[in-house]
């Protein structure tokens, strides 16, 4: 009996609560140890946490891995890209409110 008003607030609690997924993504430099002559640095971004995306391609030994920026993404993160930096989103709006300030100046 007892189990089973324990099973029947469980469902009740599950069906009640609203289930959000969230990703953090990183942007980084990154640049090869080993061929310094190919391109200097590139800019990747990515799911994975600085020390898995130094592990995974490669170790210390062969790129140099710089953190630029990480911002968070609310959904599911199979098979799709991840969402942009919200500072991405803001930079148009940003420019476009600049330019329609009369005398705005650029610092």
């Given amino acids: 009996m007892l189990i089973r008003s324990f099973n029947k607030i469980l469902l009740a609690s599950l069906l009640t609560l609203s ?3 969230e990703y953090r993504v990183y942007q980084y430099m990154v640049s090869s140890r080993l061929q310094p002559q190919g391109p200097a640095s590139v800019i990747v971004t ?3 946490d600085p020390n898995s995306y ?3 391609n490669g170790g210390n ?3 140099r891995v710089n953190l630029l920026k990480t911002w968070m993404c609310k959904g599911h993160t199979g098979n799709k890209m991840p969402c942009k930096s919200p500072l991405a989103l803001t930079a148009p709006i940003l420019e476009s409110a600049e ?3 009369p005398g ?3 610092l």
């Fill in 19 to 21: 289930i959000q997924a």
């Fill in 46 to 48: 990515s799911t994975l």
């Fill in 54 to 56: 130094v592990k995974y």
């Fill in 61 to 63: 030994r062969s790129i």
């Fill in 99 to 101: 330019q329609e300030r």
């Fill in 104 to 106: 705005a100046q650029n």
